[in-house]
């Protein structure tokens, strides 16, 4: 398993913008494609992001589709969540996973590495 540590959380006006990173560690990363899931009180965690490997393929939620973004730099073993007009509905504790394989999932059971998560609050 890789270890992995977000950041860039907080408190955002609606419409606003912010970055997450997620650093790994302990593996190699370049093996590994990366999601970016979160989880809202009450509800089941869903998928945000992914990317593969590579960097080459990313995939969306409809829900988040054209106001996140998600990016990995392999020489720094970091992945990142880009994400802007932020919606109160976007509220949740995110969290970075990786699986070792080519492709990203949206299924969060097909991730074997996770972070311990960062809290994204987006006020109306």
């Known amino acids: 398993q890789v270890q992995l540590v977000e950041s860039g959380g907080g408190l955002v006006q609606a419409g606003g913008s912010l970055r997450l990173s997620c650093a790994a560690s302990?593996?190699?990363?370049?093996?590994?494609?990366m999601g970016w899931f979160r989880q809202a009180p009450g509800k089941e965690r869903e998928f945000v992001a992914g990317?593969?490997?590579?960097?080459?393929?990313?995939s969306y939620a409809d829900s988040v589709k054209g106001r996140f973004t998600i990016s990995r730099d392999n020489a720094k073993n970091t992945v990142y969540l880009q994400m802007n007009s932020l919606k109160p509905e976007d509220t949740a504790v995110y969290y970075c996973?990786?699986?070792?394989?080519?492709?990203?999932?949206?299924?969060?059971?097909?991730?074997?590495?996770w972070g311990q998560g960062t809290q994204v609050t987006v006020s109306s």
């Open positions: 996973a990786a699986r070792p394989s080519i492709l990203s999932s949206g299924n969060f059971r097909n991730y074997d590495s």
């Open positions: 302990g593996r190699t990363f370049s093996n590994y494609a």
């Open positions: 990317i593969s490997r590579s960097g080459s393929t990313t």
